[in-house]
């Protein structure tokens, strides 16, 4: 073992890991009723470069369905919760993984999660300061005379988790790639 001498047994383990789990379920809990508080106002901050993209009277989105409000606010509240409550949950795995890493390990494994974090938060800054904006006009603009566009909340929400998550994992290729440099599976050349 890395920095620990004591040997743990599997209920050891089980037990830390148990431990580690609750503190972490706990965590979310606390960040998703911060975020379900505000969720309302987050939707709209999340919406914002689509309602700026629409056509003057028409910044507005709609919803077809009658809990599809609630559940939105749900979904933004869990997502907004793990997002408040990831220093914790990072916390958490490391001092469950720590103990068992050589030193070399824990600086590529703290260099990585640093690394991670910082690229991943700037694939989903880029997507919604850069990509929303110029894509929602694009696409806005395929409207023809006589058609108006007619938004759901729900689709909304959906497409833009997933674009900001993609781009997030996006921009995790440098990480990818100089971790597979290192492994030796890629090459300069």
């Given at each position: 073992m890395g920095g620990q001498e004591k040997t743990?047994?599997?209920?050891?383990h089980l037990a830390e890991l148990r431990k580690r789990l609750i503190l972490s379920v706990i965590a979310v809990a606390a960040g998703f009723?911060?975020?379900?508080?505000?969720?309302?106002r987050l939707y709209w901050v999340l919406a914002s470069p689509l309602t700026d993209a629409l056509p003057p009277g028409q910044e507005f989105l709609v919803f077809t369905g009658l809990v599809e409000p609630f559940f939105i606010y749900l979904k933004l509240g869990l997502l907004g919760g793990i997002i408040l409550a990831s220093p914790?949950?990072?916390?958490?795995i490391w001092a469950f993984v720590a103990p068992a890493l050589y030193r070399e390990e824990r600086r590529w494994f703290v260099f990585t999660v640093l690394f991670s974090t910082v690229l991943f938060a700037g694939g989903t800054l880029f997507a919604f300061e850069v990509v929303f904006p110029f894509g929602f006009k694009?696409?806005?603009s395929y409207s023809a005379p006589g058609l108006k566009p007619f938004l759901s909340m729900a689709e909304y929400f959906s497409l833009a988790t997933r674009l900001l998550?993609?781009?997030?994992?996006?921009?995790?290729?440098?990480?990818?790639?100089?971790?597979l440099s290192?492994?030796?599976?890629?090459?300069?050349?």
């Open positions: 743990m047994a599997l209920t050891e009723l911060a975020a379900y508080y505000y969720s309302d914790v949950l990072i916390y958490e694009y696409l806005l998550l993609a781009f997030g994992l996006i921009f995790q290729l440098p990480l990818a790639m100089l971790v290192r492994l030796g599976v890629v090459t300069a050349r």
